[in-house]
C-alpha cells in the first residue's frame, strides 16, 4: 500500500506548486521567475513516469525513493555538493558516479528487469530531481511550512539546487539512457 498517498506523483506535485503559485500568499512569486519558467518548460516531463505506468510499460514496484543521506547511510545520488548548496557553480551531477550507482544496482535488479523499465530509471533520478525541487519551491510559495528551514531563502536554494542538477542531468541524459540499457 502507499505510505503516503500521492507522494511522488509528479503530475500532481506540479498541480499543486501551481495552486501556491497562483495564491502567491507570501508575494515571493516576483522574485522566482526563472524557477518558475524552468518548471513550466518541464511540464510535459512531469507526466512521463505515471503515463509509462498506466500504459503498462513499466510496472508498479516497491521503492524508497528518498534514498538522501538524511536517510539512509551512503553517500546522496549523484550530486557531490549539499543538498541546499546556496552557490550553485559548486552544485554538479556527477556522471560517473551516475555510472556507479546504476551498473550496481542493475546488476543485481536488472535481470528482473524490461528494457523499457530500465530506461524509466534515467527519468526517474531526472523526475524525483524535478520532483523535489517543485517540492522545496512549493513549499516556499507556501511560507516554507514543510521543510524545515534555517535561514531565509533556504527552500528557494534547495529549489534551485535541484534545478541546476536536473538541467546538468539534461546535458548528460543520452548517456545517462545509454548506462542503463
Same mark, same amino acid.
Given at each position: ?10 503530475? %500532481?506535485?506540479?498541480? %499543486?506548486? $501551481? ?27 512531469? *507526466? ?8 503498462? /510499460? ?5 521503492? *524508497? ?13 549523484? %550530486?557531490?555538493?549539499? $543538498? ?32 523499457? /523499465? ?29 521543510? *524545515? ?21 539534461? $546535458? ?10
Amino acid at each position: 500500500h502507499e505510505t503516503i498517498a500521492r507522494f511522488h506523483d509528479t503530475p %500532481n506535485r506540479y498541480a %499543486n506548486f $501551481e495552486k501556491a503559485l497562483a495564491a502567491d500568499a507570501l508575494g515571493r512569486a516576483k522574485d522566482i521567475a526563472p524557477e518558475v519558467a524552468f518548471i513550466h518548460a518541464r511540464e510535459k516531463d512531469c *507526466h512521463t513516469l505515471l503515463d509509462l505506468l498506466a500504459a503498462g /510499460e513499466i510496472p508498479l514496484r516497491v521503492t *524508497h525513493n528518498d534514498t538522501k543521506i538524511n536517510n539512509v547511510l551512503i553517500r546522496t545520488g549523484a %550530486n557531490d555538493c549539499a $543538498e541546499d548548496e546556496p552557490d550553485q557553480s559548486k552544485v554538479h551531477f556527477d556522471l560517473h558516479l551516475y555510472e556507479v550507482f546504476a551498473k550496481g544496482y542493475l546488476s543485481t535488479a536488472g535481470a528482473s528487469m524490461s528494457p523499457a /523499465e530500465k530506461k524509466s530509471l534515467a527519468w526517474g533520478a531526472k523526475l524525483m530531481t524535478l520532483e523535489c525541487g517543485i517540492r522545496f519551491l512549493t513549499d516556499y510559495l507556501e511560507g516554507d511550512h514543510y521543510f *524545515h528551514t534555517a535561514r531565509p531563502d533556504h527552500n528557494l536554494d534547495r529549489a534551485r539546487t535541484q534545478f541546476t542538477l536536473v538541467r546538468q542531468m539534461e $546535458e548528460v541524459f543520452d548517456q545517462m539512457l545509454e548506462i542503463v540499457s
